[in-house]
């Protein structure tokens, strides 16, 4: 039971930006849009809360930054796609490659680099045997993720403008002719999108490695698209595929440490073969996919035309 | 207050005026972010527009770069015209490169080799990339994966794998353990096509797919059924035209021309496996594919363009003290404006007050 809680522990951590991002893109996705970005967000998220955190020491600075960064470019992509009526798919790519690119470029001063480990502890509870150790002594920011979780679904569940945001991303033209501004509504959910992408990434270079190394986010952003897929765009799901996927990942490098008979690179595939498995399975059924996703998923919506 | 106003009619104009307008745009935000971090923006653009094609040696290094990012553009173009978006080149390019190195270095034996062995060894490449990109063709085709995160997914399977095997099957046994397979013979190289350059006989077969795929979508029934599910999906199911043939033929295309560049690189410029074969010419290309309006032959414009920009980012490093990673910025800020600048294809800008 005691080798058990550093798994658990660590699968929870790996699992967390998966989570941050795959929530972020969630309510996006259920506003109708989708952002190919991820993965270039969450490096500049990554690179930008490494920096800010090396050079004022603030975590919290730092978390705020890549945030902030990363809302930045979803604007853009809000801008490109909602407004100027640019396609969602190529617009997406477009942030990702211009993300890897400018994050390499960006993190070039601080390759090798890394922040002191911070260590956390929720009282009372993390002194428990086994239970402890295994839940209790993590970041805020992965317990923020479970929170996020809930309030996420309840807001789109339970409260007036969560039916909205789902309407928008149903029926565009229906919320339009009941006076909702589709686009205003969209924008908001897309900076929402850009705003936990960063947290994600800046999740990834402060809390979890933490260093800056080039390309650190490693097809995560894309994972964390797969995410909402597999978690048939609802909330409660998302947390299940992102801790699934953070005890892959984990499980990849304890079975390296044991010393288990498979070259390295093999096992590192482990996690985007999952996503592919992972996929295929839930694809399988068409209807039940269309059944769940928003309608107007990846449509572009014109108020004047 | 300058404003938008929809156009009646698409204009023709600004569709083919677009990419140029978006490559001067690119150069102009360029300058500006190199006067932002304190370099002469004159000289630098001078680095990535003139220098690469000072003189002949220049123009045959733009070459080298051309021939892949210009074979696997011409395969995206017609992949994406079937709204079919395969994003894992650059995987289908390993996968490639990998089929062509391995059956190298199987029937090297330093005496043998000749054209009919190296047409051997890019067939090889080509089933490579094709039975890469038909993983993503046969799980979306059976089970609705969708193919841009599933093709995605097996770009970073196939660069693991590709360092799985150089630093064991097919690493040099002579090699003091370093991850990289031994050098191919002389025979098994492509034969140069301007005598003292690096310009390689992948520049030709590049531009033979791109007429060759200009060919396919403007003259073959084929090519049409394919464009016609494209844009309008409803249509083609209407006239009967099969979206799963489609499906397959647009990504086995992609496919196998990203395998093909893939086995030109390593029969080419880098005569060897190593780790990293690829500056990310499968993700550049769809940037070029995009910027040559989907088109086999204009992508040959693009794919000049941004063989510019590589090797201005490698001269950016000796003449400006910039980092080479500036190239992946510029790519970037490229596709963005370009489909800033697309917005005027369906609109025009009016002042009013």
């Given at each position: 039971m005691d080798a058990l809680a550093p798994l658990i522990a660590s699968a929870m951590v790996a699992g967390t930006p998966l989570m941050l991002a795959a929530l972020g893109l969630l309510v996006n996705e259920r506003s109708g849009v989708i952002n190919l970005g991820s993965e270039g967000m969450m490096l500049m998220g990554a690179i930008t809360a490494f920096a800010t955190t090396l050079a004022s020491g603030s975590f919290t600075l730092g978390f705020l930054a890549g945030a902030v960064v990363a809302m930045l470019m979803s604007g853009f992509f809000a801008w490109l796609?909602?407004?100027?009526?640019?396609n969602q798919v190529a617009t997406g790519l477009a942030l990702s490659l211009f993300g890897v690119g400018a994050s390499a470029y960006l993190g070039l001063p601080y390759a090798g680099e890394s922040l002191q480990p911070i260590q956390f502890a929720v009282p009372l509870l993390?002194?428990?045997?086994?239970l402890g150790p295994a839940l209790?002594?993590?970041?805020?920011l992965v317990y923020g993720a479970i929170a996020l979780c809930f309030v996420i679904a309840w807001f789109l569940m339970r409260t007036r403008a969560g039916l909205i945001v789902r309407a928008v991303g149903e029926s565009p033209t229906s919320a339009h002719s009941l006076g909702y501004d589709v686009r205003r509504i969209r924008l908001a959910c897309v900076l929402f999108g850009g705003a936990c992408a960063g947290l994600a990434g800046a999740f990834m270079s402060l809390?979890?490695?933490p260093l800056w190394v080039e390309?650190?986010?490693?097809g995560r952003g894309w994972i964390a698209l797969a995410l909402t897929t597999f978690a048939t765009w609802r909330p409660l799901r998302v947390m299940a595929g992102a801790y699934l996927f953070g005890g892959i990942t984990i499980l990849t490098y304890h079975m390296q440490a044991l010393g288990v008979p498979i070259a390295s690179q093999l096992l590192s595939m482990l996690p985007y073969i999952a996503t592919v498995v992972v996929l295929v399975l839930i694809s399988r059924n068409a209807a039940w996919i269309r059944l769940n996703m928003?309608?107007?998923?990846?449509k572009n919506f014109n108020p004047n035309a | 207050m300058l404003r938008l106003e929809r156009r009646a009619q698409p204009s023709r104009v600004m569709a083919w005026c677009s990419p140029l307008l978006a490559v001067a745009l690119t150069a102009l935000i360029g300058s500006v972010l190199f006067m932002v971090v304190g370099k002469d923006p004159v000289a630098s653009l001078r680095v990535f527009f003139l220098e690469p094609i000072r003189d002949l040696r220049g123009w045959s290094e733009v070459g080298v770069k051309v021939a892949p990012l210009l074979v696997i553009a011409v395969g995206l173009s017609i992949c994406f015209r079937a709204n079919?978006?395969?994003?894992?080149a650059e995987g289908q390019l390993v996968v490639g490169a990998i089929a062509a190195g391995a059956l190298i270095l199987h029937l090297?034996?330093?005496?043998n080799g000749g054209a009919l062995l190296i047409s051997l060894a890019l067939l090889a490449g080509v089933a490579g990339g094709m039975a890469w990109a038909a993983i993503t063709a046969l799980l979306r085709d059976?089970?609705?994966?969708n193919e841009i995160l599933v093709s995605l997914m097996l770009v970073y399977v196939a660069e693991l794998l590709l360092s799985y095997l150089v630093h064991?099957?097919?690493?040099?046994?002579?090699?003091?353990?370093?991850p990289q397979s031994r050098l191919f013979s002389d025979g098994w190289l492509l034969p140069v096509?301007?005598?003292?350059?690096?310009?390689?006989?992948g520049i030709v077969l590049a531009l033979v797919a791109a007429v060759a795929g200009w060919l396919y979508l403007t003259r073959s029934f084929s090519g049409f059924k394919l464009q016609v599910g494209g844009i309008a999906p409803m249509a083609a199911r209407y006239a009967g035209f099969s979206s799963r043939s489609s499906l397959w033929i647009s990504l086995l295309v992609s496919g196998g021309l990203a395998g093909l560049a893939g086995a030109a690189e390593v029969m080419g410029p880098i005569g060897q496996l190593t780790p990293?074969?690829?500056?990310g010419y499968g993700f550049a290309a769809i940037i070029v594919a995009f910027v040559g309006r989907l088109h086999p032959l204009g992508v040959i414009f693009s794919s000049f363009i941004m063989a510019l920009f590589y090797i201005g980012g490698e001269l950016s490093q000796s003449?400006?003290?910039?980092?080479?990673?500036?190239t992946g910025i510029f790519q970037g800020i490229l596709l963005f404006a370009l489909l800033a600048c697309d917005v005027l294809i369906h609109n025009r800008l009016r002042w009013s007050r």
């Amino acid at each position: 039971m005691d080798a058990l809680a550093p798994l658990i522990a660590s699968a929870m951590v790996a699992g967390t930006p998966l989570m941050l991002a795959a929530l972020g893109l969630l309510v996006n996705e259920r506003s109708g849009v989708i952002n190919l970005g991820s993965e270039g967000m969450m490096l500049m998220g990554a690179i930008t809360a490494f920096a800010t955190t090396l050079a004022s020491g603030s975590f919290t600075l730092g978390f705020l930054a890549g945030a902030v960064v990363a809302m930045l470019m979803s604007g853009f992509f809000a801008w490109l796609t909602i407004w100027l009526g640019a396609n969602q798919v190529a617009t997406g790519l477009a942030l990702s490659l211009f993300g890897v690119g400018a994050s390499a470029y960006l993190g070039l001063p601080y390759a090798g680099e890394s922040l002191q480990p911070i260590q956390f502890a929720v009282p009372l509870l993390h002194d428990i045997p086994v239970l402890g150790p295994a839940l209790f002594r993590h970041h805020p920011l992965v317990y923020g993720a479970i929170a996020l979780c809930f309030v996420i679904a309840w807001f789109l569940m339970r409260t007036r403008a969560g039916l909205i945001v789902r309407a928008v991303g149903e029926s565009p033209t229906s919320a339009h002719s009941l006076g909702y501004d589709v686009r205003r509504i969209r924008l908001a959910c897309v900076l929402f999108g850009g705003a936990c992408a960063g947290l994600a990434g800046a999740f990834m270079s402060l809390v979890y490695t933490p260093l800056w190394v080039e390309g650190m986010v490693a097809g995560r952003g894309w994972i964390a698209l797969a995410l909402t897929t597999f978690a048939t765009w609802r909330p409660l799901r998302v947390m299940a595929g992102a801790y699934l996927f953070g005890g892959i990942t984990i499980l990849t490098y304890h079975m390296q440490a044991l010393g288990v008979p498979i070259a390295s690179q093999l096992l590192s595939m482990l996690p985007y073969i999952a996503t592919v498995v992972v996929l295929v399975l839930i694809s399988r059924n068409a209807a039940w996919i269309r059944l769940n996703m928003p309608a107007s998923l990846g449509k572009n919506f014109n108020p004047n035309a | 207050m300058l404003r938008l106003e929809r156009r009646a009619q698409p204009s023709r104009v600004m569709a083919w005026c677009s990419p140029l307008l978006a490559v001067a745009l690119t150069a102009l935000i360029g300058s500006v972010l190199f006067m932002v971090v304190g370099k002469d923006p004159v000289a630098s653009l001078r680095v990535f527009f003139l220098e690469p094609i000072r003189d002949l040696r220049g123009w045959s290094e733009v070459g080298v770069k051309v021939a892949p990012l210009l074979v696997i553009a011409v395969g995206l173009s017609i992949c994406f015209r079937a709204n079919v978006f395969n994003i894992g080149a650059e995987g289908q390019l390993v996968v490639g490169a990998i089929a062509a190195g391995a059956l190298i270095l199987h029937l090297d034996d330093d005496t043998n080799g000749g054209a009919l062995l190296i047409s051997l060894a890019l067939l090889a490449g080509v089933a490579g990339g094709m039975a890469w990109a038909a993983i993503t063709a046969l799980l979306r085709d059976r089970f609705h994966a969708n193919e841009i995160l599933v093709s995605l997914m097996l770009v970073y399977v196939a660069e693991l794998l590709l360092s799985y095997l150089v630093h064991g099957a097919l690493i040099d046994p002579d090699g003091f353990g370093f991850p990289q397979s031994r050098l191919f013979s002389d025979g098994w190289l492509l034969p140069v096509v301007l005598p003292g350059t690096r310009l390689h006989v992948g520049i030709v077969l590049a531009l033979v797919a791109a007429v060759a795929g200009w060919l396919y979508l403007t003259r073959s029934f084929s090519g049409f059924k394919l464009q016609v599910g494209g844009i309008a999906p409803m249509a083609a199911r209407y006239a009967g035209f099969s979206s799963r043939s489609s499906l397959w033929i647009s990504l086995l295309v992609s496919g196998g021309l990203a395998g093909l560049a893939g086995a030109a690189e390593v029969m080419g410029p880098i005569g060897q496996l190593t780790p990293s074969i690829s500056p990310g010419y499968g993700f550049a290309a769809i940037i070029v594919a995009f910027v040559g309006r989907l088109h086999p032959l204009g992508v040959i414009f693009s794919s000049f363009i941004m063989a510019l920009f590589y090797i201005g980012g490698e001269l950016s490093q000796s003449r400006l003290g910039m980092p080479s990673a500036v190239t992946g910025i510029f790519q970037g800020i490229l596709l963005f404006a370009l489909l800033a600048c697309d917005v005027l294809i369906h609109n025009r800008l009016r002042w009013s007050r």
